[in-house]
């Protein structure tokens, strides 16, 4: 068998009501469907989904922060440093906080997290050469000061 690429996320949240407005406002993912009451659909482009919100329950415990599962998503913003600089400042304008900025020689990065505490990542591409060239650096993780 060989992968050919990940098809789609589905994260747990613990309200649809709350988290489809962050997923759509802010993060500006286009809602492509709906099934029932408990999972919606979302898309980047063009493809028929790209993320998924399984709805919990209000009261469901989050994870340790050591347990096994996901640790973040990563979503393309662009691919230089004022792309990154205006999804940061996007971000801080509907009252998302980001928690630390990165530069992974590959990418560069702003994290936070969603309405759940599930970590997101926004991140640009360097040039392709950089880590085509030396695929190692993808484990570079230095301090990225942006505005």
Sequence with gaps: MRVHGLGH?????RDLNQSVPFYR????????????EKMVFFSFVDNHHD?????????????SENSPGLHHVAFKVGDSIDELQEAKDWLISKGVT???TRDHVATQSV?????????????VE???SVWHDEPGL?????????R
Aim: aromatic share 6%; glycine share 6%.
């Design 51 to 63: 993320l998924a919100l399984l709805e919990t329950e209000q009261d469901a415990a989050a994870p």
């Design 126 to 128: 360097s040039d392709p």
């Design 25 to 36: 406002d802010v993060l500006g993912l286009k809602k492509v469907g709906q099934a029932g």
């Design 138 to 146: 993808v484990a570079t993780s230095n301090p990225l000061e942006l």
């Design 9 to 13: 996320v589905v994260l747990k949240v």
């Design 98 to 100: 980001p928690h630390r």
């Design 111 to 123: 994290y936070f997290h969603d309405p759940d505490g599930n970590q997101i990542e926004v991140f």
